[in-house]
Nanobody, 123 residues
Framework: QVQLVESGGGLVQAGGSLRLSCAAS????????MGWFRQAPGKERRFVAA????????YYADSVKGRFTISRDNAKNTAFLQMNSLKPDDTAVYYC????????????????WGQGTQVTVST
């Protein structure tokens, strides 16, 4: 019932910043936990960050703590991922995900996924 569309990816130099957006439609956005995952070519999908439907609780992978910030604007049906101090290891396709009324930090727990947006960090 929920469609997710990511945007904001691109090419950025190491140390730079990028802000990803995830626009949702077809559901009650405020009832969904939102998550961000990433996947490099030939690698498995990895958890990046998650935020509760209330917006008051967040969780991050150790590799991005202190650099990335997940947020949401329920009035605009949009989730965000602010990425600062980017490293070449951050290069991947970034996916937005959603799950209804459930706190989740693993890919198997999410029911809805966006198409992904490419983030490339150069040296």
């Amino acid at each position: 019932q929920v469609q997710l569309v990511e945007s904001g990816g691109g090419l950025v130099q190491a140390g730079g910043s990028l802000r990803l957006s995830c626009a949702a439609s077809g559901g009650t956005f405020s009832s969904y936990t939102m998550g961000w995952f990433r996947q490099a070519p030939g690698k498995e999908r990895r958890f990046v960050a998650a935020i509760r439907w209330t917006g008051g609780n967040t969780y991050y992978a150790d590799s991005v703590k202190g650099r990335f910030t997940i947020s949401r604007d329920n009035a605009k049906n949009t989730a965000f991922l602010q990425m600062n101090s980017l490293k070449p290891d951050d290069t991947a396709v970034y996916y937005c995900a959603a799950v209804l009324f459930r706190w989740a930090v693993t890919a198997d727990e999410y029911n809805y996924w966006g198409q992904g947006t490419q983030v490339t960090v150069s040296t």
